[in-house]
Every structure is written in structure tokens, then in C-alpha cells.
């Protein structure tokens, strides 16, 4: 029994002199600089150096778990301050492996003017918490690393993130350091994220998962996926000055109980996207292009939308550009400003369209480029005006043919080409 007692002392003893927090210089130097070296060519050295005294320092912490109140016990308040109002972190803060700081029922504000960041290489947990910085190009932000978990729940956070390279807002991606290390994971539940330069950035190495988010004046883009595994449910993005979402790459891409509204690009844009896509019970509206785009080469890989509404949006309310196989099921897709639904493939497009509300878009409400075929069920159709055309472009010509049947709501088949009618020689004898 003693043996076993003094095990465990020295165990302890042990992981208590393991843990740490230092203050630890940075530098320009790439491979000295690690995990820093990404942020020393984007703005963050000219930050410090405004405000630091000396060569630049970042907080480290190494083993162990934190809280604010834990760490200011081992920090001068040059690096971690406290006011009235809340917790103020002045310098780069680095959460190292096996190390996790906890911000609960916390309020900090990470002064980006003197190179106040999140960097996470551990375990970052924020619950019921407001975090929030500048606002500008000169704002602090959250970058998880390769083998780390961010989880930020029931919290608000304003004003994070500025232009430069992974300091966007809140951020994930694995470092080409980190080939053999596990994906930076982010979870994200009962948040609210306003005017952050991106709401969510995610690259490759990475996996997200949202439930529950609302994401409003995103500086730039609402939430963009590069080829990171994402599953949501329950999002919101209005306002931002680019795309409500962007996706790219081959991850997997599920998403239900989506809002996104007046952002000034697209609600939803799929970018050279060709990973399993799986959309429901989507909403995108107002927005200044299209409600809903896809623009890849997906081939025959799973595209799946259902219950989809498309309103209002200042170009067509679904554009597919590319080649692909898309399964649209259960949709509202009217009063958009050019066509319902945009079809322009550079191989061939196979679509079958079921259970369709396309009513009132300015010009038409199918239109059709290059090759590929439709198969129509249950489509609703009414005219913008009397001058209105239900087809466009290469159905256009077969609109009296096609129309009847799909007025009375029967399935129709149809295939779409740009080749010109083939016409027999004359016999010259």
C-alpha cells in the first residue's frame, strides 16, 4: 500500500513539474517558430512590436488545465490584464498539447492592436462566455491546430479576425508540419458570431461540426469549408459582405435547418466541390447572386437537396454549372431575379427535379446549356409576366411540346443538347 502511495505522489509530483506557463520568445524564423511562424508573416510581429517592450514573447502554456483567473495568478498584467468589464489578453496566447484552458461564464476582449490571439494546440473550451476584439484589420482570432479540439458553446463572439492568413476569426487547419497528426477539430453549439472577417474557416485537416449558430456581418464570408469534413444543423448566416457559405474539395459536406439571407454573393456556393453532398430544409434568400450554386465536376458522386426554399435572390435561385447528378426534391423556388433553376454543363447534367414550386422568376423558370437530361415530376409553374417564357436556352424551341404535360403535372423525360439537327444530303445525280 505505501509503494503504491508513493507512486502516485510521484505521479503527481511529476505532472505538476511538467505543467507550465512562460512566457516564450518568438521568432521570424520559420523552423524556431513553431507553432507561430504562419502568424509572424501576417501582420502579428508588426502588432507586438507596438506594444511589447524588447523581443517578442508569446504566453505557453505546456500541461495542465487553466482558467483566466489561473493564469493572471502567473502572468504580469502587461500579458493578461483585468478590468470591470472583463479579462484583456495582450499577448499571443498558445495552448500547447495536452493542455486545455477552460473560459466559462467569462468576458475577454483579446487586444488585437497588441497581438492578443488564441492559438490552440490542446483543448480549447469557452462556455456561456463573451469574447470579442477590435473589429477591424487590426483584430485578434482563434486558430486551432492539427490535433486539437476548440469547443465554444451558449457564447458570443464579435468583432474576432482580420484579412491576413489564418487569422480570419475562428479558424482550423494542420499544419504541413503535422502530415502523420490528427484533424483540428471544431465544435460549435448555441453560439453567436457577428461581425467576424469569416464567421468559420476551415482547411484541410480539419473537421467541423455546428449545431445551432448564427453568424450576422461577417466581414467578408459567413463560413468557408476547404475540404473539411462538415456536418450542421441549425445554422444562420445574414449579412456578409461575400458568400453566406463556401465549400471546396472532396469531404463530405451534410447540412439541414440552413437560413442564409442577404449576404452580397451567393447564399450557398459549392466551388469546385466534389465530395458527397446531402442539403435539407434549406432557406436562401436576398441574396445579391445566386440563392444556391454548384460549380464542379462532381461526376456521378451523391448530390442530394431537399425542401429547399429559393426566394428573391438577385441572379437565378439554383445555379449548376459542371457535370453532376443532382436529386432535387420538395422545393420553393420563385420570384428570383433572372431564372428558377440555371443548367449550364461542360460534360453532362442529370437532374430529376420532383415536387417543384417555380413561380414568378423574372425570365424564365428552366433554362439549359450544353448537354445532359431531366426527368420532371410534379413541377408548378406560372409566369412572371405575359412575356414570361417557362424555358430557356436549348429547351426553348420545345417549350410548346413539353409544357402540356408538365402543366397537368405528368413526369416528363427530357434530354438537352447543343448539337444542331443532323440534315440529309441531297442525292446529286
Known sequence: ?????????????????????????????????????????????????????????????????????????QLDSHALSRTESGWILHYPLVIGPGTRLNLINDDLFIEGRHGGCLINRGELVITNSHLASNGNQNSGFIHGWGGSVTRIQDSTLNGLGRADYRANGI?????????????????????????????????????????????????????????????????????????????????????????????????????????????????????????????????????????????????????????????????????????AIAIQSSQRISATLSQLRLHHNRLAALQTNGEGELLLNGISLRHNSNQGKYLAGNLAAREAELLPPLLRGQTVAVEFTEALPTIPLANLR
Open 171 to 339: 479558424s482550423v487547419a494542420r499544419h504541413r508540419y503535422q502530415s502523420g497528426a490528427a484533424a483540428a477539430q471544431l465544435y460549435l453549439a448555441n453560439n453567436q458570431l457577428q461581425n467576424l472577417y469569416r464567421g468559420v474557416d476551415a482547411e484541410p485537416g480539419s473537421r467541423v461540426q455546428i449545431n445551432d449558430l448564427s453568424i450576422t456581418d461577417s466581414r467578408e464570408q459567413g463560413v468557408v469549408l476547404q475540404n473539411s469534413p462538415a456536418r450542421i444543423e441549425r445554422l444562420q448566416i445574414y449579412r456578409s459582405s461575400g458568400h453566406g457559405l463556401r465549400a471546396e474539395g472532396s469531404a463530405s459536406l451534410v447540412m439541414s435547418e440552413i437560413d442564409v439571407g442577404d449576404n452580397q454573393g451567393s447564399g450557398v456556393l459549392l466551388e469546385n466541390h466534389t465530395g458527397p453532398v446531402q442539403i435539407s430544409q434549406l432557406r436562401s434568400s436576398n441574396n445579391l447572386e445566386y440563392g444556391v450554386q454548384i460549380k464542379a465536376e462532381r461526376g456521378k458522386q451523391a448530390t442530394t437537396l431537399q425542401a429547399l426554399v429559393l426566394r428573391d435572390n438577385g441572379s437565378d435561385g439554383l445555379r449548376l454549372d459542371g457535370s453532376m447528378e443532382v436529386t432535387l426534391e420538395q422545393a420553393d423556388i420563385s420570384t428570383n431575379q433572372r431564372y
Open 1 to 73: 500500500m505505501k509503494a503504491i502511495l508513493a507512486v502516485l505522489l510521484l505521479s503527481l509530483f511529476c505532472q505538476t513539474g511538467l505543467a507550465s506557463v512562460r512566457l516564450t520568445p518568438i521568432y521570424a524564423n520559420e523552423a524556431s517558430n513553431w507553432p507561430l511562424e504562419t502568424f509572424a508573416a501576417n501582420g502579428l510581429f508588426r502588432q507586438i512590436a507596438r506594444y511589447q517592450r524588447g523581443h517578442p514573447q508569446a504566453i505557453v502554456l505546456n500541461g495542465g488545465d487553466y482558467d483566466l483567473a489561473k493564469l493572471a495568478g
